[in-house]
């Protein structure tokens, strides 16, 4: 029995500090069932630990734990409160949207949390005996939500209880599903929009009448249901979490490790996933990646996915807003051209009988007048050939000030390099969709094979090309600030793109320079496959191209530590510093003799 309680209090004490790592705050308190709390304030409330069939309810406080963690992370309480609508159903829609929307930033990052949540969810949903309307107008919500945003899979049991309000919810929010995905980040317009749409659905005034149909089918449903089984299925219903959201949104990779250590100290039972099958596709250096389907990816040119007018609007927007950096930059960049100039400048051939006079000669001629004019004569310095590659991350997380400063980087960069006779070209890569596109539809009808590999549409974007003059390509850096163009990360299959367009060109010396904030993200394919998909492949397509070429790869990670993946790679904390980060790696490698190894 003593054996028993060690192990629980072990438990909570496991949680507790997952819990403080999860919500980035060590002042939080954590409470299981009954027990007595110092402060309201930073506390965060969890159901006693009880048996349920003989075991103890480890996955559900588990699952609650990290849910509630996210939303203290992730969730402002003034604002939460400054978008809520009227109505009590209304109310508990919105709290379950801002909940689902705290749960889909944090399960990106650690994939832990998303087996706990979906598994909880899954078997209450399952144990469910839903009798009024409200009840099934929440839970579709729920379900609807989780199914689009985390990518949960529903049950036929499930779409059986909720078939007809789902559809309902399909018809009103289908077209607003992915400006909402867009807006995940954003917690004021996601809050802003989603309140808008449960105001127009009426719920609350509704509710009445179809209170009315409940009533009559659940009295034909009680008629033919034993006492014992309503009961078992109110103290179900019982368990459902009312969850606090507080505030804080901090900086989320560096806690990840130590997050996932303590989810492992607290694991009951262990799950694996079996090895990736040796077949299909492959990526540079990488034979066991493959992506399921490529007909839907896209490589296309800044200016085919905007019009004009909308592309000069955002380049006028770009300016605007980073005026002060663009011209510190500006200074940098200058800075950098007249280094490149002076190597590029020319040397002296002297003591030549014609070309210009040699003025240093002169006092000669003046002390004996019987000496020769000399001369001298330029001569050319050879400059390799070099095209500049700046590969931009445009995912989602990238969204404001980061890729507004990415933007207007490699915008002045480009200016400048073209100056001193370097090529410069400057792509970037997302995906066409959120969840997997047309790839993961393809998928879902031909059964759902298992690990498919890759599982969504790739857009991979020329903002300039090497050959097109800044002049003509200026107006595409504006289409970053383009609202829903950043999606997901697919970083492995965007530096293979990069690298073979730069291996066909002629230059002597090729430079990739690769501008991200994290780790390779989508959620579609890494619920499909083995967690470490995306990373292992972008490691590896890494070491190849740094081992077996002669491109020169380098690396700038904002807030992310990327020199896990790259030999050469720095680390800003403060994306105000990129612009002086960028030009002084490439003030390194053009200036100094031997390539400097970047710490």
């Given at each position: 029995?003593?054996?028993?309680?060690?192990k629980i209090e072990d438990f909570k004490t496991a949680?507790?500090?997952?819990?403080?790592?999860?919500?980035?705050?060590?002042?939080?308190?954590?409470?299981?069932?009954?027990?007595?709390?110092?402060?309201?304030?930073?506390?965060?409330?969890?159901?006693?630990?009880?048996?349920?069939?003989?075991?103890?309810?480890?996955?559900?406080?588990?699952?609650?734990?990290?849910?509630?963690?996210?939303?203290?992370?992730?969730?402002?309480?003034?604002?939460?409160?400054?978008?809520?609508?009227?109505?009590?159903?209304?109310?508990?829609?919105?709290?379950?949207?801002?909940?689902?929307?705290?749960?889909?930033?944090?399960?990106?990052?650690?994939?832990?949390?998303?087996?706990?949540?979906?598994?909880?969810?899954?078997?209450?949903?399952?144990?469910?005996?839903?009798?009024?309307?409200?009840?099934?107008?929440?839970?579709?919500?729920?379900?609807?939500?989780?199914?689009?945003?985390?990518?949960?899979?529903?049950?036929?049991?499930?779409?059986?209880?909720?078939?007809?309000?789902?559809?309902?919810?399909?018809?009103?929010?289908?077209?607003?599903?992915?400006?909402?995905?867009?807006?995940?980040?954003?917690?004021?317009?996601?809050?802003?929009?989603?309140?808008?749409?449960?105001?127009?659905?009426?719920?609350?005034?509704?509710?009445?009448?179809?209170?009315?149909?409940?009533?009559?089918?659940?009295?034909?449903?009680?008629?033919?249901?034993?006492?014992?089984?309503?009961?078992?299925?109110?103290?179900?219903?019982?368990?459902?979490?009312?969850?606090?959201?507080?505030?804080?949104?901090?900086?989320?990779?560096?806690?990840?490790?130590?997050?996932?250590?303590?989810?492992?100290?607290i694991e009951i039972e262990e799950s694996s996933q079996?090895?990736?099958?040796?077949?299909?596709?492959?990526?540079?250096?990488?034979?066991?990646?493959?992506?399921?389907?490529?007909?839907?990816?896209?490589?296309?040119?800044?200016?085919?996915?905007?019009?004009?007018?909308?592309?000069?609007?955002?380049?006028?927007?770009?300016?605007?807003?980073?005026?002060?950096?663009?011209?510190?930059?500006?200074?940098?960049?200058?800075?950098?051209?007249?280094?490149?100039?002076?190597?590029?400048?020319?040397?002296?051939?002297?003591?030549?009988?014609?070309?210009?006079?040699?003025?240093?000669?002169?006092?000669?001629?003046?002390?004996?007048?019987?000496?020769?004019?000399s001369f001298k004569k330029e001569k050319d310095i050879?400059?390799?050939?070099?095209?500049?590659?700046?590969?931009?991350?445009?995912?989602?997380?990238?969204?404001?000030?980061?890729?507004?400063?990415?933007?207007?980087?490699?915008?002045?960069?480009?200016?400048?390099?073209?100056?001193?006779?370097?090529?410069?070209?400057?792509?970037?890569?997302?995906?066409?969709?959120?969840?997997?596109?047309?790839?993961?539809?393809?998928?879902?009808?031909?059964?759902?094979?298992?690990?498919?590999?890759?599982?969504?549409?790739?857009?991979?974007?020329?903002?300039?090309?090497?050959?097109?003059?800044?002049?003509?390509?200026?107006?595409?850096?504006?289409?970053?600030?383009?609202?829903?163009?950043?999606?997901?990360?697919?970083?492995?299959?965007?530096?293979?793109?990069?690298?073979?367009?730069?291996?066909?060109?002629?230059?002597?010396?090729?430079?990739?320079?690769?501008?991200?904030?994290?780790?390779?993200?989508?959620?579609?394919?890494?619920?499909?496959?083995?967690?470490?998909?995306?990373?292992?492949?972008?490691?590896?397509?890494?070491?190849?191209?740094?081992?077996?070429?002669?491109?020169?790869?380098?690396?700038?990670?904002?807030?992310?530590?990327?020199?896990?993946?790259?030999?050469?790679?720095?680390?800003?904390?403060?994306?105000?510093?990129?612009?002086?980060?960028?030009?002084?790696?490439?003030?390194?490698?053009?200036?100094?003799?031997?390539?400097?190894?970047?710490?």
């Amino acid at each position: 029995m003593d054996n028993k309680k060690e192990k629980i209090e072990d438990f909570k004490t496991a949680i507790s500090s997952t819990v403080r790592s999860l919500s980035n705050s060590q002042k939080i308190e954590v409470s299981f069932g009954s027990e007595n709390s110092k402060s309201e304030k930073n506390l965060i409330k969890l159901p006693d630990l009880s048996p349920i069939n003989n075991k103890i309810n480890y996955s559900q406080i588990r699952a609650i734990a990290d849910s509630k963690s996210l939303r203290h992370r992730f969730s402002n309480q003034k604002t939460f409160k400054q978008f809520e609508p009227e109505g009590n159903i209304s109310k508990q829609l919105y709290k379950i949207s801002e909940k689902i929307r705290c749960e889909k930033i944090g399960t990106s990052y650690f994939k832990g949390v998303k087996n706990n949540i979906e598994k909880f969810y899954q078997e209450r949903i399952t144990g469910l005996d839903l009798k009024s309307s409200e009840d099934k107008i929440v839970e579709s919500f729920e379900n609807y939500l989780r199914t689009k945003f985390l990518n949960f899979e529903s049950n036929d049991q499930i779409d059986k209880k909720l078939k007809t309000y789902k559809k309902d919810l399909n018809e009103k929010f289908k077209d607003k599903i992915n400006q909402l995905n867009d807006l995940t980040l954003d917690q004021e317009k996601f809050n802003s929009l989603i309140s808008e749409l449960i105001a127009n659905m009426n719920l609350d005034e509704n509710l009445d009448e179809e209170e009315k149909k409940d009533d009559e089918q659940n009295n034909d449903d009680k008629q033919n249901k034993p006492d014992n089984q309503d009961k078992q299925a109110k103290e179900k219903e019982d368990k459902k979490e009312e969850m606090s959201i507080d505030s804080g949104m901090p900086d989320l990779e560096n806690q990840a490790k130590e997050s996932d250590q303590a989810e492992e100290e607290i694991e009951i039972e262990e799950s694996s996933q079996p090895d990736i099958r040796k077949k299909g596709g492959s990526s540079l250096g990488d034979l066991n990646y493959k992506a399921y389907t490529t007909e839907f990816d896209e490589i296309i040119k800044a200016e085919d996915l905007e019009n004009t007018e909308e592309l000069t609007r955002l380049r006028k927007n770009l300016d605007q807003q980073l005026l002060q950096l663009k011209n510190f930059i500006s200074k940098l960049a200058n800075k950098l051209q007249r280094k490149l100039l002076a190597k590029q400048n020319r040397s002296w051939n002297f003591d030549l009988e014609e070309g210009l006079l040699d003025t240093s000669k002169l006092p000669r001629i003046i002390m004996d007048p019987f000496n020769s004019l000399s001369f001298k004569k330029e001569k050319d310095i050879e400059f390799k050939d070099t095209l500049v590659t700046i590969l931009i991350d445009n995912s989602g997380s990238m969204r404001g000030k980061p890729i507004s400063v990415a933007a207007i980087c490699a915008d002045i960069l480009s200016r400048t390099l073209e100056r001193c006779a370097v090529k410069v070209e400057i792509l970037g890569f997302t995906t066409k969709h959120w969840k997997g596109g047309s790839s993961r539809e393809k998928w879902m009808k031909n059964d759902k094979p298992t690990l498919p590999g890759r599982l969504n549409d790739l857009r991979h974007i020329i903002y300039k090309s090497a050959d097109t003059p800044w002049r003509q390509a200026k107006n595409n850096m504006g289409l970053m600030l383009k609202e829903g163009l950043l999606k997901e990360n697919i970083d492995g299959e965007a530096l293979k793109w990069a690298f073979n367009k730069m291996n066909r060109r002629k230059e002597d010396r090729k430079i990739l320079m690769v501008i991200s904030d994290g780790a390779p993200v989508d959620d579609s394919t890494l619920s499909t496959n083995t967690s470490d998909y995306l990373e292992s492949n972008l490691k590896k397509t890494v070491k190849w191209i740094e081992n077996k070429t002669t491109i020169e790869l380098l690396a700038i990670g904002i807030g992310h530590d990327v020199t896990r993946y790259y030999n050469q790679a720095v680390k800003i904390t403060d994306v105000q510093d990129l612009g002086d980060v960028m030009i002084n790696q490439l003030t390194d490698l053009f200036v100094e003799k031997n390539k400097k190894t970047i710490h």
